[in-house]
């Protein structure tokens, strides 16, 4: 069975940074493709950015590109998403995903497991 354990979510003010780590047991991850989702409340889920199997492809959200960073290291069976510049409307339940193609793309329907989600507040 698919699992993940999301973590490095919290409270930071805005201009802040955090790093989210996806930990995946009791599979390898070089056979997915990678994303990373969030949910505010009352709104969707969406996408955030994603990664192929190999880690050559990589997509970001309009929203984010600039100031977030997906990465991968299938040694330690992990998958990273590194925010920079913060802003309020970042906060949100972040939630990393597995994809059995290629590359997973931004829309959750991509993907097949999910994570339990960790929370990002960006307030100061």
């Known amino acids: 069975q698919l699992q993940f354990v999301e973590s490095g979510g919290g409270l930071v003010q805005p201009g802040g940074s955090l790093r989210l780590s996806c930990a995946a047991s009791?599979?390898?991850?070089?056979?997915?493709?990678m994303g990373w989702f969030r949910q505010a409340p009352g709104k969707e889920r969406e996408g955030v950015s994603a990664?192929?199997?190999?880690?050559?492809?990589?997509g970001y959200a309009d929203s984010v590109k600039g100031r977030f960073t997906i990465s991968r290291d299938n040694a330690k069976n992990t998958v990273y998403l590194q925010m920079n510049r913060l802003k309020p409307e970042d906060t949100a339940v972040y939630y990393c995903?597995?994809?059995?193609?290629?590359?997973?793309?931004?829309?959750?329907?991509?993907?097949?497991?999910w994570g339990r989600g960790t929370q990002v507040t960006v307030s100061s």
């Open positions: 009791g599979f390898s991850l070089d056979y997915y493709a």
């Open positions: 990664i192929s199997k190999s880690g050559i492809s990589i």
């Open positions: 995903a597995a994809s059995p193609k290629y590359f997973g793309g931004l829309r959750p329907d991509g993907y097949d497991y």
